[in-house]
């Protein structure tokens, strides 16, 4: 079975000590080549300027294709496209497109003169002919979808806008992928949708970012974590239960795989080496 070929997500960095936790990140994780990396926005578009910063700054200094986060929330149409138009003329090729997060929690609603909605932002983007475009996809039910029927419907109405590729939801099992993948199929989608992976870092914020993104917790990995922190395994189990998940997928047909890194590197790194990565290139720079 050969490699998959992967991307990874960064987050952009809030402080000093963070662009160095950023760097060591992207030196620790770029020699395995990957296909992108992206750039997230924080929840309510909180970190929209650090976000350009970073993306702009790791193409500029790596040479990896970098695809930035951009989404809906607290901004008028023209100033989206103008955040767009400044990625173009930076030679940003690449954005995942949502609909983002409403600030303080709560339900999303639309900045007077803003995108409704993720499938009008897919749309005015890829009318301007700059960008490829991935968007989310939800193999557990959206919290805001009344079921997984609904999140299919609305990922093929993104798909129909103009998306390229989709990024899932991370989940802790890959029969849950798979029954998602399948009914996408039915469904007429026949764009590439790439898994994403949560290398379990820290079981208790897992957890909590599972409640509220709405990804269902086996009883069997709660039981398994109990027992690993109870005995100092927790890292030991992490690594297996990544890297069996990313196995069994690849195993389903799945040639490329998303992960979450959290900035935090070495777990991603040592999935991906088990998985039969081996180090490519080296950064020339960072800044």
């Not at 497109?97 to 983007?125: C, W, Y």
């Not at 557990?140 to 999140?151: G, K, L, S």
């Not at 409640?211 to 109870?230: D, M, N, S, V």
């Amino acid at each position: 079975m050969p490699a998959p070929t992967v991307s990874y997500e960064f987050f952009p960095p809030k402080d000093l000590a963070g662009s160095f936790r950023l760097w060591d990140t992207l030196n620790v994780l770029a020699p395995y080549a990957p296909e992108f990396v992206s750039v997230t926005y924080g929840a309510g578009g909180t970190t929209r300027q650090l976000t350009h910063e970073a993306v702009t700054t790791i193409r500029k200094s790596t040479g990896l294709k970098v695809a930035a986060h951009l989404t809906c929330v607290d901004a008028t149409k023209a100033e989206t496209l103008q955040i767009a138009q400044r990625y173009a003329d930076a030679g940003v090729t690449d954005i995942v497109a949502l609909r983002g997060d409403a600030p303080g929690g709560g339900l999303f609603q639309p900045t007077k003169d803003g995108f409704k909605s993720s499938v009008e932002l897919i749309s005015a983007l890829k009318n301007t002919g700059n960008f490829t475009l991935r968007v989310g996809a939800y193999p557990d039910p959206h919290p805001e979808a009344i079921n997984t029927a609904q999140d299919i419907d609305y990922l093929k109405a993104k798909f129909d806008a103009g998306a390229d590729a989709a990024i899932t939801q991370f989940f802790f099992e890959a029969d849950t992928f798979f029954r998602f993948r399948d009914a996408c199929v039915k469904a007429g989608i026949d764009k590439p949708i790439l898994p994403g992976i949560l290398p379990i870092e820290n079981w208790a914020g897992t957890r909590k970012f599972a409640a509220r993104c709405g990804a269902q917790i086996p009883t069997w990995l709660e039981e398994a974590y109990a027992a690993a922190i109870r005995d100092g395994r927790a890292d030991l189990l992490s690594t297996a239960i990544a890297t069996e998940l990313c196995t069994d997928l690849m195993e389903g047909g799945v040639d490329h795989l998303h992960f979450y890194t959290l900035n935090r590197p070495e777990l991603t790194r040592d999935v991906c080496v088990a998985l039969g990565l081996s180090p490519q290139v080296e950064l020339a720079q960072v800044a």
